[in-house]
């Protein structure tokens, strides 16, 4: 079963530093994974995406890793800002279907204290 | 920045009331979506659409209906409102790939969202 599991659930770290998000999929065959940042009330916004053969994607201070072998990818955010507080979710595309299916993790609720 | 709408963005209503949810994109994109999402839970797809006059029912089954009359539209119906239809409905749209199979990186944006409640 395709699965994308997260954690951890919710986080909550104080402003200016840094934190680490997981993810571990199931997800076959693997296309790509993408992380995407949904501000409460909002749609999801993507962040990084990586495809089997990107190991590590920056954007700003937000910085995907990818181990496509064992299936596990991480989001680690530095010098943390109030705006980060938001949902991280993890999302996984396979390449077996003409529609590209995408399968979505439940999000790391993170909350960023002054 | 995606340029993709959803009205209302808000919407509380009593049970039996039929509504329809509002979707538009303006980039063109062959594809579209709506999932459902309950808070703390991920994105459940709803239905799907590859375009015109196409429309699929996604993996999480749902009493909803959808269409597809023009490209840059996908509207979404219940025709009558419970409860259990509370939820927040996220409308996404991407491009189609060549070959009639999606791009590889397939990206999908999401508009803000519909936040439905169902008295």
């Known amino acids: 079963k395709n699965q994308v599991e997260q954690s951890p659930q919710s986080l909550i770290i104080l402003e200016g530093k840094n934190c680490t998000l997981q993810?571990?999929?199931?997800?076959?065959?693997?296309?790509?994974l993408r992380w995407y940042k949904q501000d409460t009330g909002r749609g999801p916004v993507s962040l990084t995406i990586?495809?089997?053969?990107?190991n590590t994607k920056s954007n700003g201070r937000y910085t995907a890793t990818l181990d496509a072998d064992t299936k596990q990818s991480s989001l680690h955010i530095t010098a943390s800002q109030l705006s980060d507080s938001a949902s991280y979710i993890c999302?996984?595309?396979?390449?077996?279907?003409?529609?590209?299916?995408?399968?979505f993790g439940r999000g790391t609720q993170l909350t960023v204290w002054p | 920045e995606a340029d993709i709408y959803q009205t209302p963005r808000y919407l509380v209503i009593g049970t039996g009331k039929k509504i329809t949810l509002e979707c538009s994109q303006t980039?063109?994109?062959?594809?579209m979506y709506w999932y459902q999402q309950d808070p703390g839970m991920e994105l459940h797809l709803i239905h799907y659409?590859?375009?015109?006059?196409?429309?699929e029912k996604g993996d999480l089954s749902s009493e909803s209906t959808v269409s597809r009359i023009r490209t840059e539209h996908f509207p979404l119906t219940l025709e009558s409102a419970r409860p259990s239809h509370t939820s927040q409905y996220l409308c996404?749209?991407?491009?189609?790939?060549?070959?009639?199979?999606?791009?590889?990186?397939?990206?999908?944006?999401f508009g803000p969202g519909t936040r439905l409640t169902v008295l």
């Open positions: 996404a749209s991407s491009e189609a790939g060549t070959s009639g199979r999606s791009s590889s990186y397939n990206e999908q944006f």
């Open positions: 993810c571990n999929y199931t997800v076959s065959p693997f296309s790509n």
């Open positions: 990586m495809t089997f053969s990107e």
């Open positions: 999302v996984v595309s396979d390449r077996g279907s003409t529609l590209g299916r995408l399968y």
């Open positions: 980039m063109g994109h062959d594809k």
């Open positions: 659409s590859y375009g015109v006059n196409s429309t």
